[in-house]
């Protein structure tokens, strides 16, 4: 046997002639280290793992049963075989040594065959013993690894929804309080389109270590919901000064580490917030409550966040109070930044709209009411991802290319109706090119190109009052008839997508100075092409003109673009 291959045996006993005789067996067979007392065998055990140890139990100083408790006490020695030597051989001091840990116990003086034998026996049960704790270890290896595949996402590392909402319930159930944070990643959809999905990974790896960066608590769960959505329980953190400050610095934190990789796609995070228990005690209600709280966000410009609190405590304070008009007027002013369309949510916009008619039904105003819709380009099948990212960026373009004045709004998830004050039919086209060269600055899919609709606004024709009397003639009745018998007005034109970069005009309903003309059908990557449209007609209110159609209109994309939206 080699000297690199022998097992190593440590002797401990006070008596030399045991030390000699047991040197003497054991040679050839194992390495042999001898100490002649406890203190000096667990000094050795400082820097040495012997595969076995053979010790005396009465020595001077420190027995073999207190040396015995030290190497048990010691993790680095703790797993190591002691086989006890004892002269008084005797059932109570065996019972007592196999009691203390060892695996066999020796009499002395011991017969070198029996010696032998026994060690031999030891090391081999050791060897044995070792390799089934290796397998052991490996196989509780693998249960952790699923386990911990089971909980995290595999990407980030970051804890999965169905774990996260297991341990936030348990953590409110336990008594902790915090907050929810809902993230999203905004116009993610373009880094991968634009740089790959690798770069896009990349992204969502720099997210989970900003959600790291941010977390302060061992009991914050830090989640991957998937795609480019996260949601993060920061522990024991409700005061909202500070809850503002982590989420302006995440935000800070991932739009400084997107500019440093020069990505030219307006990525950034929008955040919104729920907190225990003010928001709900349970998972999902705080889930629910953080997701409208991003919503919110995501209507109101994105790249910030929000508190869902802020909306119902705001109705508290309002009822309990009473103010002046100042104070009024700078609290409704401090919620519009003064640039691009105003945007509404739909729901409210029908209210705005029906003020409008009032307004321009007892003066001269010019306004224009257009529909934006989203054409698929042929040949391609764009999802509903897809479809979600191009109506973000026709929402930007909108916002931008138009006036504090005009008002927008998101009818569904491909059409957007704008209003236009003080604009003229003559200025429409300019809008459109405006609004489209922005777009496709914006868009790169290639997916979807626009149609539009457009009608005049008129106002509400009051009713006849009951005093008054309407003469109803055959000549009146003859122009009604003719009217309701008309044929609509059908035209072709024949235009180019926009190549060259448009210019800011301070003045964004001037007339457009370029030879080239718009094409709402047109695929802006097959060049020029001629569709034929039906013109609408006139209606004071496009509302209710439930059979309206115009540039573009598909009624395959929504049957009713004009009608009472379903919920």
């Known amino acids: ?55 005396d139990i009465q020595m001077p100083f420190m027995d073999g049963f207190e040396v015995m408790r030290h190497i048990r006490e010691n993790p680095k020695t703790a797993q190591i075989p002691v086989i006890f030597l004892s002269a008084n051989a005797n059932a109570v001091t065996e019972s007592d040594c196999l009691a203390m840990g060892a695996i066999d116990f020796i009499a002395k003086p011991f017969v070198p065959s029996v010696l032998l034998n026994r060690i031999n026996k030891a090391l081999a049960i050791e060897d044995k013993h ?36 297991n341990a936030v319930n348990k953590l409110i159930k336990a008594g902790h309080i915090g907050t929810v944070f809902m993230i999203d990643m905004d116009n993610f959809k373009a880094i991968n389109d634009e740089y790959g999905h690798i770069a896009g990974d990349n992204v969502l790896k720099m997210m989970a270590d900003t959600l790291r960066s941010a977390s302060a608590s061992n009991n914050d769960i830090l989640c991957r919901i998937g795609g480019d959505e996260f949601i993060a329980f920061f522990d024991g953190i409700t005061d909202k000064k500070t809850v503002s400050e982590k989420a302006a610095n995440m935000i800070k934190d991932i739009c400084h580490k997107l500019d440093s990789l020069n990505y030219k796609t307006r990525a950034s995070i929008s955040v919104g917030i729920a907190q225990v228990p003010e928001d709900g005690t349970e ?18 410009g994105k790249n910030s966040f929000h508190f869902y609190s802020d909306s119902s405590a705001t109705e508290r304070s309002k009822a309990g109070q009473l103010v002046d008009i100042a104070y009024l007027k700078e609290a409704l002013n401090r919620s519009d930044t003064g640039h691009g369309a105003y945007k509404m949510d739909f729901d409210a916009f029908h209210h705005v709209y029906n003020f409008i008619n009032r307004i321009i039904s007892r003066t001269d105003n010019s306004v224009e009411s257009v529909l934006f819709t989203l054409m698929p380009v042929p040949n391609t099948n764009p999802d509903t991802s897809e479809a979600e990212l191009a109506i973000e960026m026709l929402e930007q373009a909108i916002f931008v290319s138009l006036r504090r004045d005009d008002i927008s709004t998101r009818y569904s998830s491909r059409q957007i109706f704008v209003v236009l004050m003080n604009a003229k ?18 868009y790169i899919g290639g997916m979807f190109s626009i149609a539009y609709d457009f009608v005049k606004m008129e106002g509400k024709i009051a009713p006849p009052s009951f005093s008054q009397t309407v003469p109803e ?21 024949s235009v180019n997508k926009p190549e060259d970069e448009v210019v ?5 309903y ?20 001629s569709n034929t449209f039906v013109m609408p007609s006139v209606s004071s209110n496009p509302f209710n003109d439930r059979e309206s159609s115009g540039h573009g209109y598909d009624p395959s994309i929504d049957p009713n673009p004009f009608g009472r939206r379903s919920r």
């Open 1 to 55: 046997m080699s000297s690199a291959s022998m097992k190593h045996v440590l002797i401990v006993d006070d008596d030399n002639i045991n030390l000699t005789c047991a040197r003497t067996v054991l040679k050839g067979f194992c390495k042999v280290t001898p100490t002649i007392s406890g203190t000096q065998a667990l000094h050795f055990l400082e820097n040495n793992t012997p595969d076995l140890i053979l010790l």
């Open 130 to 165: 070792k390799i089934l704790s290796e397998e052991l270890n490996e196989r509780i290896r693998e249960v952790d690894d699923i386990k911990d595949r089971s909980q995290k996402d595999a990407l980030t590392g970051l804890y999965n929804r169905l774990f996260s909402e």
């Open 283 to 300: 998972f999902n209600k705080l889930y629910n409550a953080a997701d409208k709280a991003l919503y919110y966000v995501k209507q109101n």
């Open 425 to 442: 039919d003559e200025d429409i086209e300019n809008i459109v090119n405006r609004i489209n060269n922005t777009f496709f600055e914006l």
């Open 473 to 493: 003639t055959q000549e009146t009745n003859d122009v009604q008839a003719e009217a309701s018998d008309a044929e609509p007005v059908t035209a072709t034109v």
């Open 504 to 508: 800011a005009d301070p003045n964004p």
């Open 510 to 529: 001037s007339k457009s100075n370029s030879a080239s003309s718009y094409n709402p059908y047109a695929n802006p990557y097959r060049g020029t092409t």
